[in-house]
């Protein structure tokens, strides 16, 4: 087994390390994967290394998914957008500092502009 020495400020390395393109250009056939475990063990070095080959989606898009997937682009550009109109930033700020604190309050802007942008797309006909 090989013995990783960290090098000063990384304590651990987690996730995706090198993953294969989609193109197939530049890229290796398989996904390294990384993982650290910070529970209480006796081992010291709670690292681990997987390789994983690439996956080739074998069902077909349904409709739905397509749906879903168009609902979240045209929202997240919806969420773009109302970020940079300034003739909403100071309304949609005084609206969100005043739910925030609320049982059903959004805790971030983001968050609270999304529940906005998601209810205006899901009321179109």
């Known amino acids: 087994m090989a013995q990783v020495e960290w090098s000063a400020g990384i304590d651990s390395v987690s996730g995706a390390l090198s993953k294969p393109s989609k193109s197939g250009q530049h890229s290796c056939k398989k996904m390294l994967l990384a993982t650290h475990r910070t529970a209480a063990t006796t081992n010291s070095s709670c690292n681990r290394i997987y390789l994983r080959d690439k996956v080739v989606r074998t069902t077909p898009v349904l409709a739905e998914e397509l749906a879903r997937r168009v609902r979240f682009s045209t929202v997240g550009a919806a969420v773009a957008a ?20 609320e049982p059903n309050g959004k805790k971030t802007m983001k968050s609270y502009l999304w529940s906005l942008e998601l209810a205006a797309y899901d009321a179109r006909p």
């Open 82 to 101: 109302r970020k940079k109109d300034l003739s909403k930033v100071t309304t949609d700020t005084e609206n969100f500092l005043a739910q925030r604190n």
